[in-house]
């Protein structure tokens, strides 16, 4: 039985296992995929430990995506971008490292939510390693523009500077935000977590337009409940996204493309 694992701290509520069993079980792959729980600064050693045991693949999630990037052997471009890894994979002795998050995203607004995000002028709320995570494939999809707002500028100037080789992104502060409108606004802060809303201007969303919050919640986040408010065309959370990350880890680690919307729909009732 091949060994998997995603690596976090806190690790204990992350919904991996739940969904690399599922994608497991329907395309007749044996696997046992456990949490494992690093000490901060303890990463490499329990990584280490874990392939060195015999696993072949782990999922990393907070705060280790950075550490996961410095230890691979090799990475993707995509986690270049990102300078995170989500994804590690032992091939032949070498570790190789990706990051599916950006995939992720552009799979459920693309594929699942049949938004197209080519020609759109899009907006990116927060600057952190959320954002960083999904930059790289948002911009390969070819939006008109891609703002990204911060609180603190400098954080998404930064951003902007580093991701030019991918392309243009505009980084701006919230207030300067007022009076312009998007087809697509992304909330990629933490602001969700502690009920917060980012502060955004009043009339961002264009008629018809996608609100989605990369983080997933039983009930409208305070970012999702605005634009609501506002007649957004569609919202949704990052449940979606949860789970098109995880299937592009399955099919680097398998070689099968999972089917998503099922076990979508059973997190979705798990959660509620
Ligand atoms: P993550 O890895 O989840 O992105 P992070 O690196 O700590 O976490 O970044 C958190 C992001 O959410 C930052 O962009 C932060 O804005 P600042 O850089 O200005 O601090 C943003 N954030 C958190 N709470 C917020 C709130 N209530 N309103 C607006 N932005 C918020």
Same mark, same amino acid.
């Given at each position: 039985?091949?060994?998997?694992?995603?690596?976090?701290?806190?690790?204990?509520?992350?919904?991996?296992?739940?969904i690399?069993?599922?994608?497991?079980?329907?395309?007749?792959?044996?696997?046992?995929?456990?949490?494992?729980?690093?000490?901060l600064?303890?990463?490499?050693?329990?990584?280490?430990?874990?392939?060195?045991?015999?696993?072949?693949?782990?999922?990393?999630?907070?705060?280790?995506?950075?550490?996961?990037?410095?230890?691979?052997?090799e990475?993707?471009?995509?986690?270049?971008?990102? =300078?995170?890894?989500?994804?590690?994979?032992?091939?032949?002795?070498?570790?190789?490292?990706?990051?599916t998050?950006?995939?992720?995203?552009?799979?459920?607004?693309?594929?699942?939510?049949?938004?197209?995000?080519?020609?759109?002028?899009?907006?990116?709320?927060?600057?952190?390693?959320?954002?960083?995570?999904?930059?790289?494939?948002?911009?390969?999809?070819?939006?008109?523009?891609?703002?990204?707002?911060?609180?603190?500028?400098?954080?998404? =100037?930064?951003i902007?500077?580093?991701?030019?080789?991918?392309?243009?992104?505009?980084?701006?502060?919230?207030?300067?935000?007022?009076?312009?409108?998007?087809?697509?606004?992304?909330?990629?802060?933490?602001?969700?977590?502690?009920?917060?809303?980012?502060?955004?201007?009043?009339?961002?969303?264009?008629?018809?337009?996608?609100?989605y919050?990369?983080?997933?919640?039983?009930?409208?986040?305070?970012?999702?409940?605005?634009?609501?408010? =506002?007649?957004?065309?569609?919202?949704?959370?990052?449940?979606?996204?949860?789970?098109?990350?995880?299937?592009?880890?399955?099919?680097?680690?398998?070689?099968?493309?999972? =089917?998503?919307?099922?076990?979508?729909?059973?997190?979705?009732?798990?959660?509620?």
């Amino acid at each position: 039985t091949e060994r998997y694992a995603v690596i976090g701290n806190p690790v204990s509520h992350s919904q991996s296992p739940f969904i690399h069993t599922e994608f497991a079980s329907a395309s007749a792959c044996t696997i046992r995929y456990e949490k494992l729980y690093a000490e901060l600064g303890q990463f490499s050693v329990v990584a280490g430990d874990f392939f060195s045991a015999g696993g072949r693949g782990l999922n990393v999630t907070l705060p280790f995506k950075g550490d996961a990037f410095r230890l691979a052997d090799e990475v993707s471009d995509r986690a270049r971008a990102a =300078e995170a890894v989500n994804t590690l994979s032992l091939r032949d002795g070498r570790l190789y490292g990706d990051n599916t998050d950006g995939v992720g995203l552009v799979r459920d607004i693309v594929q699942n939510l049949d938004f197209s995000i080519k020609g759109k002028r899009v907006l990116v709320l927060g600057a952190g390693g959320a954002v960083r995570g999904v930059l790289a494939p948002l911009l390969a999809e070819q939006p008109a523009s891609l703002m990204l707002a911060n609180r603190t500028l400098i954080k998404a =100037e930064a951003i902007a500077h580093h991701f030019s080789p991918w392309g243009r992104v505009v980084a701006t502060g919230y207030a300067e935000l007022e009076g312009q409108h998007f087809d697509i606004v992304i909330n990629g802060t933490s602001s969700s977590l502690s009920g917060e809303l980012p502060p955004i201007p009043h009339g961002l969303f264009s008629p018809r337009a996608l609100a989605y919050d990369m983080v997933y919640s039983k009930g409208l986040t305070p970012f999702l409940q605005r634009a609501q408010g =506002e007649y957004a065309g569609m919202l949704a959370d990052g449940l979606g996204m949860l789970v098109e990350q995880a299937a592009e880890s399955f099919d680097i680690w398998h070689g099968i493309r999972p =089917e998503t919307r099922r076990v979508t729909n059973m997190l979705r009732e798990v959660l509620a």
